[in-house]
């Protein structure tokens, strides 16, 4: 085996087996920017045979900071393009496609076809959707990764038959969201997500026992806070087998009948930052910090919890009832972004 590869190829469970099935893969990285550029780099660097790059932007001044494969003799140039001339000077032998315009609705499913894992390094709502959608039609893996300001998600939706996918966490594009030009971004941390969504493809490809398998991860990196959660077509199956309470799934004609009753409190378990803003009152508490804030909680009322999409909602629920013996607990399926669409 290639020296090149030798020191992964020793890994327990590794070995040369699992290397040649990066070297017979092809993957597509879709957006060669903040999670792109790290996600590009250990791909190759680990022996992916053939890796397609789309991306129609241009590089400039401002994406220095964080997409990290260019540099300042290259603003101007297209990213996947250039993208493809650092990779090659990484591992020469890699095949490497560029495709320097974006992805849309006349060439997506052509494109993606052609590889095996597809990995969405995007920053668009509407490409995200689009890329999911062609993914479940084709039954493609995907590989799905975002950030905001401090904060991550990774996840791999597999597209075997139960044919879970990003609608099953978010299902429609949120009305209100920033882009990293208002709300800010940190190179090292999508470097991180960048390299684990890298990692996910690496271990899914070389078929490793523990990836996230249809699961969503969520990083605070300010703190180092982390929270897997399963993903599953109906989301009153994400809750664990062990827990033997029963945990009250609200529609929003009955969340809005909880608004105002002063027997109940409602919890926000987004983070501080996430749209769209709520138009009543609630205590918000992020998942990833609710055991230090248990002591917000009164015991002596019904805990009406929800999130944006009615993921992290259940799994808080669960969790105030299996740790910290809460008896009444309730949250909002489908989220906030159902609530808005309904009213």
């Given at each position: ?140 893996p995907l590989i799905f990764g975002a950030n905001y300001q401090f904060e991550g998600q990774v996840a791999v939706f597999k597209m075997d038959d139960t044919k879970i996918n990003l609608r099953d966490i978010f299902p429609t594009p949120p009305k209100q969201a920033m882009r990293c030009e208002e709300a800010g971004a940190m190179g090292a941390v ?154």
């Amino acid at each position: 085996m290639n020296l090149r590869f030798h020191r992964q190829t020793i890994l327990p469970n590794y070995g040369e087996a699992a290397q040649q099935k990066l070297l017979n893969s092809k993957v597509l990285v879709i957006g060669a920017g903040g999670l792109g550029c790290p996600c590009l780099q250990y791909l190759v660097s680990s022996g992916i045979g053939l890796i397609g790059i789309v991306d129609g932007d241009i590089i400039d001044m401002s994406n220095l900071q964080r997409q990290i494969l260019f540099t300042t003799n290259d603003i101007g140039k297209n990213k996947a393009v250039t993208a493809k001339e650092k990779l090659k000077d990484i591992h020469p032998s890699t095949e490497i496609n560029s495709f320097s315009f974006f992805l849309d609705g006349k060439n997506a499913k052509e494109i993606i076809s052609k590889y095996d894992v597809v990995i969405d390094c995007t920053d668009d709502f509407n490409t995200r959707y689009l890329i999911n959608d062609v993914c479940v039609e084709l039954s493609k893996p995907l590989i799905f990764g975002a950030n905001y300001q401090f904060e991550g998600q990774v996840a791999v939706f597999k597209m075997d038959d139960t044919k879970i996918n990003l609608r099953d966490i978010f299902p429609t594009p949120p009305k209100q969201a920033m882009r990293c030009e208002e709300a800010g971004a940190m190179g090292a941390v999508l470097g991180i997500l960048g390299s684990v969504q890298a990692l996910e493809t690496i271990k899914l490809i070389t078929q490793q026992q523990d990836f996230l398998y249809n699961e969503i991860l969520y990083l605070n990196v300010i703190k180092y806070e982390t929270v897997k959660i399963k993903i599953s077509k109906k989301l009153s199956d994400v809750r664990s087998p062990m827990l033997g309470n029963t945990i009250i799934d609200l529609n929003v004609e009955e969340f809005i009948e909880k608004i105002n009753n002063p027997l109940v409190q409602l919890i926000d378990v987004r983070n501080e930052t996430e749209l769209p803003k709520v138009d009543f009152k609630c205590t918000q508490i992020p998942l990833t910090t609710l055991k230090e804030n248990i002591h917000l909680l009164n015991k002596e009322k019904e805990i009406v919890l929800f999130c944006h999409a009615g993921i992290r909602s259940l799994e808080a629920a669960e969790r105030l009832q299996d740790e910290f013996d809460f008896q009444q607990v309730s949250h909002l399926k489908g989220g906030i972004v159902k609530y808005f669409s309904m009213k």
